[in-house]
């Protein structure tokens, strides 16, 4: 069984390092006390969603009394550029080795748009997407596969009316937030809803492309 802990640093998605709750010391009592929860159920492991940029205080979350897994979003957060994702598969590998934990490797999630959008539009793009998951995969540590990312899918563009994501209304419309990249994964067929239900809609529309 594996246990995710979103935002497992205590932070809000619009806080700052100055919030008290973002990277709170006090979350490290409660990781080691679920840590030895999870002891007793063997094959049960827990990984964290850790929005921390300083390297050192990113490795206490994956210390080993603390959480098995850190989820480690510096290739989701780097441009399509050869130096940065060096730089951030250097530093990632090199944050966690005293811990003694492997590192956790992401390219999408559904928070941010998929890679698949991110390297660019067209044949260029694909081929990008492509590049990088296979990187990804050739990595030390372990990679998460974001659903729809072994099926090469893109952020979809939405109209206004079928957004669903809280951000759209605390924001008076002003961010789109994030539905693009949680869009229902296609199944089979040729045709909405692609086999994902068994009705005619789904609560996020599906691109007949």
């Known amino acids: ?3 995710l802990l979103d935002t497992a640093k205590v932070a809000t998605y619009y806080g700052t390092p100055e919030d008290p709750r973002f990277d709170n010391e ?3 009592a409660l990781h ?10 063997p094959g049960a492991m827990a990984v964290g969603e850790i929005w921390v940029a300083d390297d050192e205080r990113f490795a206490r ?3 080993p009394d603390e959480l098995h897994l850190a989820f480690n979003f510096r290739l989701m957060d780097t441009e399509w550029d050869a130096a940065q994702t060096r730089d951030g598969i250097e530093r990632s ?3 966690l080795r005293d811990v003694g934990a492997p590192t956790c490797w992401v390219l999408s999630n559904h928070d941010r748009p ?9 044949p260029e793009g694909e081929r990008r997407a492509r590049a990088a998951a296979l990187l990804l995969l050739g990595l030390p540590g372990v990679a998460y596969v974001y659903n729809g990312e072994e099926l090469g899918l893109p952020s979809v563009v939405l109209p206004d009316e079928a957004l669903q994501d809280p951000v759209w209304e605390r924001t008076g419309h002003r961010e789109r937030g994030r ?3 949680r869009v229902p994964l296609p199944w089979r067929g040729d045709t909405p809803p692609y086999g994902f239900s068994t009705g005619t809609a789904t609560w996020l529309p599906m691109p007949a492309d």
């Open 1 to 3: 069984e594996v246990y």
């Open 61 to 63: 979350y994956a210390r």
């Open 93 to 95: 590998i090199a944050s």
């Open 179 to 181: 539905d693009a990249e």
């Open 114 to 122: 998929r890679h698949r959008s991110r390297y660019g539009a067209g």
């Open 32 to 41: 080691r006390g679920l840590r030895r929860t999870l002891e007793d159920y």
């Open 26 to 28: 006090g979350v490290h």
